[in-house]
């Protein structure tokens, strides 16, 4: 599998550490409860056909990137900035 | 037998090799199988189950009988096929599984006791009872079934692993491949064709095919040649494309030259992992056999085969050879042999309409019932129209039609797809993405339309790149129709084999699809059909059609075949090259290192960083004897430690305290300049990561330690939590662990000591407990940090990194003579269990704050990573296991990490365990053991009794539970 780093271009996964859902982006409030933070922290769909996941160039140059692509094909769509996607949100 | 001319072989180079010990000679341009066939060896394995003796099948990579074992001692290779083993001097092959030897196997005797050896044969007979599996079963299977062995001995033989990045990947270098090679590279694509043969060009070194006006065989080198001119093309020979991966990798094994061993520079085998935008399979087809009784006699073989070993080594197999088959290669075949002048016994086409010009003896419409002849074929029924006749041969060619190789187009997961007029399965459209089939591969089976389909697929790739191909005229050559009529089997009695290498018959597959095993995915798996290392290339399609024909339903209605990566057996060693031993893991070593070998200090492996154990005295005969004296140093003088390789992260920006604060579950934007604080990072689920000293060296300049084990992980976690969760934050930081040499001096005269090498001695005012600051060490600027971790008044000083050396032996030797000295990592260990400091043995993943009774770090000003969820109400609740201290208080004084703890009188197991030791060492200072550990509501227990019971190691003591700051709990000696 191949990664399109926007800083580095395109890599072998071998060099990105894996780390689950682009969720994780969505962090709750201190005090949006139990449940909400149960929820960022734990729950996660498993879908067949397009996610978007965090990757993290570590043998790069460091970026944690959001990469869309089909766990049922494979296919890469493409990867964005993480500090991009948090960034924009704000 | 070697013909008397012709062949691609070189008759003026002369090779020696030896097989079973009996030497024999060959040419340059043979293969193993070649030069065997050459010396008239017949026979050259044993089957797999039945001992059979089994010759050479096929000439390529399919091969499933002619497996032999080459090398000796450590190296032994088994398992190589010998049609891919390129000659070469001193070359020394062993036939496998066979005992005691080749002619004579004694475990033959399973041919006879084949009636209980059939499909499932383990599952039946093996049953019961279930204590004679391992003790009598397993081990006489093991013994009978088998293929070759490795040594068991450490091969260190070199092996290489390599990368290469293309515009296209041309998979085959036969008709097809080359043109799509030539349009591609004329094009100016970057282009690699990778061919698994020592010489590119398909079945032309095998046929007696024309293009162009000239012998195919010159006319592929010509190509070849024209290809190599090119820079922007890139020919791999001897290279096996194994695999296609997602997005554009494919896997490769490239095999040495045969003059290999000649250079001991050469690796045995290079792993390639080629990333191309575009691949292009030309892969070409594989013929099938045909089952019928006993047709696996030694002398049976494939017909392409056999023309490869007439036309392209000179050699045959036979003196009186037969063709069967169903298709018109079997005409081809016979052709062949009549013009090479080999007698050909008989033709026996199974097709009725067949007829032929050729000068043989011919048969239409019949079929090969039998093969006669225990160790190699002397004579073959066939059936006729009219009855039964026998003919004397030695040699039997078979051609049941062709198989496109597809098997890469199926390793991302697609299945092919049943083609009714070629019999055969073909690729489905866009298998695997941005390859394309053309050529045999993909059903094209004339030479012209192999030919074509190269200048089409090569044409298309470069339009999709972006290129304009030249125009490309296409080269004169045959165009014959396919003309089949599919035969799987033939009817009879008796052992009618399919897949050679595991053994496996039709009665096999008939008798599964009796035991209602019809799914193709069950027969493989209880007939173990196709799950040899070959995977089935010679025999799925076969048992397929066989399981089809014994369930009443049609070919794609049963199933289709399916291949998973390797396309050939790839050896470990290639995959895992420069990964033996050390091989290319990184060493760390520290500035202190030479001195600390120099010293005698035995270098323990912290992740990839070594550090010294102890500093071994004259005298001392264990290391415990240097632990105790290196602790009772710092306790009594001053001790010196390398702690370098604790991760230094540089953090600056005016956000730089606000970072640290979401970073750690304690508060640093408040801390003061010249100031330094312990710090504790939580994970987001409210568990400890990692904790360390952060000093402030500036307002927005803080450099933060973390321990040595997590350096990496807390970087990547700084990294999300900057990027992804505060990119708001103005911050930068970045790791300096290796821009630093920092160096603990720790003991009641440490004070004394730096102040003999700084510029500007220090005090208490200057340097006041946790206080931090640039300093002048003897001219060199370097940073001063007030903090211990082993309980003593005790300083870190760092210097730039260059300096670590000399600053080293200097502290050490200027210790020395305070009566002090170097300490390692064993007295380290024992300074802080004494004082109760944590390590990773205590925050390894499981703890929280709470569990080690820092909860109220946990700032209540600020948000931080896992605050909310440190508060869980389960991670807070009364029956945690908390931090305590142990002591032994038995008649066994000593304490085990990993032993667990039971109340007094409670039988020790799991229902009533209350907890674990993490840590333990000897306490020279109180003269016992101590140990670290977690106990059920620990905090409230101190002062109790408890039963310490290590099952692992078998040491059993009482306890007491204690607080674990044992030593100086008010802290006075750090602080005064
Ligand atoms: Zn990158």
């Avoid at chain 2, 007439?310 to 009549?338: E, I, M, Q, Y």
């Avoid at chain 2, 802080?832 to 990773?840: N, S, V």
Wanted: neutral net charge.
């Amino acid at each position: 599998m191949r990664i399109p780093c926007p800083i580095c271009g395109n890599r072998d996964s071998r060099e990105f550490d894996y780390m689950g859902h682009a969720l994780t982006l969505d962090r709750p409030a201190p005090d949006a409860g139990l449940g909400a933070w149960d929820d960022y922290l734990h729950n996660r769909e498993n879908p067949a056909g397009p996610t978007r996941d965090l990757w993290f160039h570590g043998l790069g140059c460091g970026a944690w990137l959001v990469v869309s692509r089909d766990t049922v094909t494979h296919e890469v769509f493409g990867a964005e900035l993480a500090r991009d996607v948090t960034g924009g949100r704000a | 037998m070697r013909l008397a001319s012709g062949g691609q072989i070189d008759r003026t180079q002369t090779i020696g090799f030896s097989f079973d010990g009996r030497q024999y000679e060959g040419f340059a341009g043979d293969t193993l199988a070649s030069a065997l066939v050459a010396n008239r060896v017949r026979v050259v394995g044993r089957s797999f189950k039945y001992h059979r003796p089994r010759g050479v099948f096929t000439a390529g990579s399919e091969e499933p009988n002619a497996l032999v074992t080459l090398g000796r001692a450590a190296a032994q290779d088994p398992n190589q096929r010998a049609t891919m083993v390129e000659l070469f001097e001193g070359l020394e092959a062993r036939s496998q599984n066979r005992w005691p030897s080749l002619d004579f196997d004694l475990l033959a005797l399973n041919d006879l006791a084949a009636p209980f050896l059939g499909a499932g044969f383990y599952y039946k007979t093996f049953m019961w009872p279930a204590a004679f599996w391992e003790r009598l079963y397993e081990p006489f299977i093991r013994r009978a079934a088998g293929l070759g062995a490795l040594s068991g001995k450490n091969n260190d033989a070199y092996h290489e692993k390599a990368f290469a990045h293309c515009d296209l990947l041309v998979i085959g270098a036969g008709p097809a491949g080359l043109m799509a090679a030539l349009v591609a590279g004329r094009a100016g694509l970057d282009v690699i064709l990778a061919d698994e043969d020592s010489r590119p060009g398909g079945r032309l070194n095998a046929e007696t095919i024309e293009v162009a006006g000239q012998p195919g065989a010159d006319w592929a080198e010509d190509m070849v040649e024209a290809l190599r001119a090119m820079d922007n093309v890139r020919i791999m020979t001897r290279t096996t494309v194994t695999g296609a991966y997602d997005g554009g990798t494919y896997g490769a094994l490239e095999r040495p030259a045969p003059d290999w061993a000649g250079h001991s520079d050469a690796p045995c085998a290079c792993f390639w992992r080629i990333h191309a935008q575009r691949a292009i399979l030309a892969a070409g087809a594989l013929e099938r056999p045909v089952a019928f009784r006993n047709n696996d006699r030694p002398g049976v073989m494939m017909a392409g085969a056999l023309r490869a070993y007439v036309n392209r080594w000179a050699v045959s197999p036979g003196k009186a050879v037969t063709v069967f088959g169903n298709n018109d290669d079997a005409h081809r075949t016979v052709a062949d042999l009549l013009a090479a002048g080999i007698h050909v016994a008989a033709l026996i086409d199974s097709r009725p309409e067949a007829t032929t010009d050729l000068p043989v003896r011919r048969y239409a419409g019949a079929q090969v019932t039998d093969a006669h002849g225990r160790g190699g074929l002397e004579a073959i029924s066939i059936a006729t129209m009219s009855g039964i006749d026998k003919i004397r041969t030695d040699c039997l060619a078979i051609s049941g039609g062709w198989n496109p190789t597809l098997h890469l187009t199926c390793h991302t997961g697609r299945r092919p797809a049943w083609s009714p007029d070629l019999a055969a399965f073909v690729p489905c459209d866009g298998a695997v993405p941005g390859m394309i089939t053309a050529g045999a591969c993909a059903g094209d089976f004339s030479t012209h339309a192999c030919l074509a389909a190269g200048v089409a697929a090569g044409k298309a790739v470069a339009k999709d790149l972006g290129k304009r191909a030249r125009k490309t005229d296409l080269p004169r050559a045959e165009d014959a129709p396919y003309r089949i009529r599919p035969l799987w089997a033939v009817p009879g009695k008796g052992r009618a084999w399919l897949d050679f290498q595991n053994d496996v018959t039709v009665k096999d597959v008939k008798l599964a699809a009796t035991e209602n095993f019809t799914s193709v995915e069950h027969m493989k798996r209880y007939t173990t059909q196709g799950m040899a290392p070959d995977q089935g290339k010679n025999s799925n399609v076969n048992a397929l059609a066989v399981l089809a024909d014994a369930t009443g339903r049609g070919i794609p209605e049963t199933g289709t075949t399916t291949f998973r990566p390797p396309y050939v057996p790839v050896p470990i060693a290639a995959m895992g090259a420069g990964a033996q031993g050390k091989g290319f893991a990184p060493q760390r070593f520290t500035t202190s290192h030479a001195a600390s070998v120099e010293m005698g200090a035995p270098m323990v492996e912290a992740g990839l960083w070594y550090r010294p154990g102890y500093f071994p005295r004259p005298g001392e005969k264990t290391w415990r004897q240097s632990c105790d004296r290196e602790v009772g140093m710092v306790r009594q003088a001053v001790g010196v430690c390398d702690v370098s390789t604790l991760g230094k992260i540089d953090v600056q920006g005016p956000s730089a305290g606000a970072f640290l604060d979401m970073l750690y579950c304690n508060m640093f934007s408040t801390l003061k300049v010249g100031r330094t604080r312990y710090g504790l990072m939580l994970r987001e689920d409210g568990h400890v990561m990692d904790d360390g000293t952060t000093a402030r060296l500036g307002e927005d300049h803080f450099v933060m330690t973390t321990t040595t084990a997590a350096a990496g992980q807390v970087m990547k976690h700084m990294e999300f939590v900057h990027q992804a969760l505060r990119p708001d934050l103005d911050v930068s930081f970045i790791s300096v662990t290796e821009q630093w040499a920092q160096f603990a001096v720790a003991g009641p005269r440490s004070r004394e000591l730096l102040n003999g090498l700084l510029d500007t001695p220090v005090d208490d005012d200057s340097f006041p407990f946790m206080g931090c600051g640039p300093v002048s060490v003897m001219g060199v600027q370097g940073r001063l940090f007030r903090i211990s971790f082993s309980g003593e008044h005790a300083y870190e000083i760092a210097v730039p990194a260059r300096f670590g050396d000399s600053l080293f032996r200097t502290l050490v030797a200027r210790a020395e003579g305070m009566g002090g000295g170097a300490y390692g990592m064993e007295a380290l260990n024992v300074l802080r269990i004494e004082k109760g400091f944590i390590t990773h043995s205590e925050i390894h993943g499981r703890t929280t704050a709470f569990d080690i009774g820092m909860a109220r770090m946990i700032s209540a000003k600020k948000d931080c990573i896992g605050k909310a969820m440190a508060a869980r109400p389960g991670l807070v609740s009364p029956g945690r296991e908390q931090l305590v201290g142990l002591m032994p208080t038995g008649a066994v004084k000593q304490l085990t990490a990993g032993a667990h703890l039971f109340c007094l009188g409670e039988e020790a197991v799991r229902e009533n365990d209350q907890g674990y030791i993490t840590s333990v060492g000897f306490s020279p200072t109180l003269g016992h053991f101590l140990g670290l550990g977690f106990l059920k509501d620990g905090r409230a227990r101190h002062g109790e009794e408890i039963r310490m019971v290590d099952h692992v190691r078998g040491v059993e003591t009482t306890c007491k539970v204690v607080d674990p700051v044992v030593l100086d709990p008010e802290g006075g000696r750090a602080r005064g």
